[in-house]
């Protein structure tokens, strides 16, 4: 499915008559089947507006376009796309395959059929030697994986994805990232991925969306044209360090606006 995102624009009110913008006016097409990430300081919209494309908040202001790119019909604002939080949000007292079970169950899914579901994406995932498991008997890096089957076996052709490896240790963190890109190449999914990390979006995505501070703007949109299958030898090649660069150049504008602005405010 493409995302199309028309000057989309996200106000919060901060109690009282006091307003907080925190997306200005936002224009994007995401491309169907491809990984935008999306980066940039703390604070700046990022996160806002993939709940706003998955329809778990409410615009002030433009629109959201879900459209087939097939045959160019428009779809329902969050009835196509799945979230990953950064959060494992893991049921303790339920075994793997009965976390990742619990999505179709709750849409009515017969149980032999959602079972066998929870088995198929386990096996994607390597998890299925652990499907009798609890939570609290893995590691922190198999439990994001119960997360992202959890995602997947929703089958939804969007995956909006927030700073889901935020709270991994480094290694464990490369290995979910290689994981998700081998997912990624078997199913080409609609992917909005929300990170801080410069080689995360990198390594990942197809394009990496750079927002201003608040309000969020798109500052620019740096094509990633590193081939695909990847693995982790793009990190050695010159290409990979120049969009390094030319990402940290950008942020690290951004980031300082984003701290003379809180220092302006706490004063």
């Given at each position: 499915m493409d995302v199309i995102v028309r000057e989309v624009a996200k106000v919060w009110n901060a109690g009282g008559r006091d307003?907080?913008?925190?997306?200005?006016?936002?224009?994007?097409?995401?491309?169907?089947?491809?990984?935008?990430?999306?980066l940039g300081p703390s604070g700046c919209g990022k996160s806002t507006l993939i709940r706003l494309v998955g329809g778990l908040e409410s615009l002030s202001g433009g629109t959201i376009e879900i459209r087939d790119p097939v045959s160019c019909a428009l779809q329902p604002v969050g009835k196509h796309s799945v979230m990953m939080w950064q959060g494992l949000n893991l049921f303790p007292w339920r075994t793997v395959i009965d976390n990742v079970a619990f999505g179709p169950e709750m849409e009515g899914v017969s149980r032999n059929e959602r079972y066998a579901k929870a088995r198929e994406v386990l096996a994607v995932t390597g998890l299925q030697a652990f499907a009798e498991h609890y939570p609290r008997q893995l590691s922190g890096g198999m439990r994001q994986r119960v997360a992202l089957a959890r995602a997947l076996i929703m089958g939804r052709p969007i995956l909006l994805m927030d700073e889901p490896f935020a709270a991994l240790d480094a290694q464990t963190k490369i290995v979910m990232q290689i994981e998700l890109l081998r997912i990624f190449e078997a199913a080409r999914k609609t992917v909005l991925f929300v990170t801080h990390a410069i080689d995360e979006a990198i390594l990942l995505g197809d394009e990496i969306v750079v927002m201003s501070a608040r309000p969020g703007r798109i500052k620019e949109v740096i094509p990633v044209n590193l081939p695909r299958p990847r693995s982790l030898d793009v990190v050695k090649t010159p290409e990979f360090g120049r969009l390094f660069d030319h990402a940290f150049h950008l942020i690290r504008e951004e980031v300082t606006r984003a701290m003379e602005q809180q220092m302006a405010e706490s004063a």
């Open positions: 307003q907080v913008a925190a997306l200005a006016p936002v224009s994007h097409r995401f491309a169907s089947g491809s990984f935008s990430c999306l």
